[in-house]
């Protein structure tokens, strides 16, 4: 099967079920962007320092994320919920975790560190982007999207600081602190 079909090529795509849509539709912003997230979640696991454990969960969030896209590219009701409060449950454990080992803060922290925390703060606001696309969706289509889903990508956007913030830890990389003054 060849990579390119054409069917594209002015400017529509198909959706689950074979439903032409616009390119720009609200719809394929919100999937668009999770693919996008995806991707990006590709880089950090490719990083050589990315911690094994971690590693693993972003492979799961990864495989998540894939049915994410695919539920939000299925038209009507019948797409099944892509993930569930025990996959959220599983990322704020490690959110917790993680957290345990980062001191305490009370102001804004500016996206740097080591490169691995520096990608993990990029990752974090796709996953903000990919929210509000979501929600975007939702409003303009009328549609019908789970809870948990959107918790899911909320928590993940949470867990992307907090292994931002680890990672800094981990790697002895100085965080630099939002100067208001500057």
Sequence with gaps: MKVYTRTGDAGTTSLV???RVPK?????EAYGTVDELNSYIGVLTAYPKCPPEERALLIFVQNKLFNIGAYLATPGENAETPVSFSDVERLEKSIDEMERMTPPVDQFILPGGCTLSAQAHVARTVARRAERRITAFISAEKASVSPVVMSFINRLSDWFYVFARYNNVISDAQETFWDKNC
């Design 17 to 19: 079920g074979g439903v």
């Design 24 to 28: 720009d539709s609200a719809r394929i």
